[in-house]
Nanobody, 126 residues
Framework: QLQASGGGLVQAGGSLRLSCFAS????????????IGWFRQAPGKEREGVSC????????YYADSVKGRITVSKDSAKNTVYLHMNSLKPDDTAVYHC?????????????????WGRGTQVTVSS
């Protein structure tokens, strides 16, 4: 299971830290066997990949629209991935979801996401 949290209402230029807590691992896979992708979807728009992190290698990737403003990090001891968002813009307003993948595929960052968490709303006012 995945649970995203940390959203809220913030003024343009402000910051938020989103968390994605993962639980329910089997004996076959551990937290570090996964990649976590962050996605967002604004009303009337398609789902957009924001960032991803490979948990074992800690390699990261960012969409051009957020590069330089958002960083992703992990705390394996807490089974949690963080999305640190700075210099927020009204265009960043969306529901943010996290998803987990343990195999490659054709989705964001070339992973196949099998597990999705309920999103958290981020609203940036101008």
């Amino acid at each position: 299971q995945l649970q995203a949290s940390g959203g809220g209402l913030v003024q343009a230029g402000g910051s938020l830290r989103l968390s994605c807590f993962a639980s329910g691992f089997t004996s076959r896979f551990t937290f570090d066997d996964y990649a976590i992708g962050w996605f967002r979807q604004a009303p009337g728009k398609e789902r957009e990949g924001v960032s991803c992190i490979s948990l074992r290698e800690a390699s990261t990737y960012y969409a051009d629209s957020v590069k330089g403003r958002i960083t992703v990090s992990k705390d394996s001891a807490k089974n949690t991935v963080y999305l640190h968002m700075n210099s927020l813009k009204p265009d960043d307003t969306a529901v943010y979801h996290c998803a987990a993948a343990n195999r490659y595929g054709s989705d964001w960052c070339n992973y196949e996401y099998d597990y999705w968490g309920r999103g958290t709303q981020v609203t940036v006012s101008s």
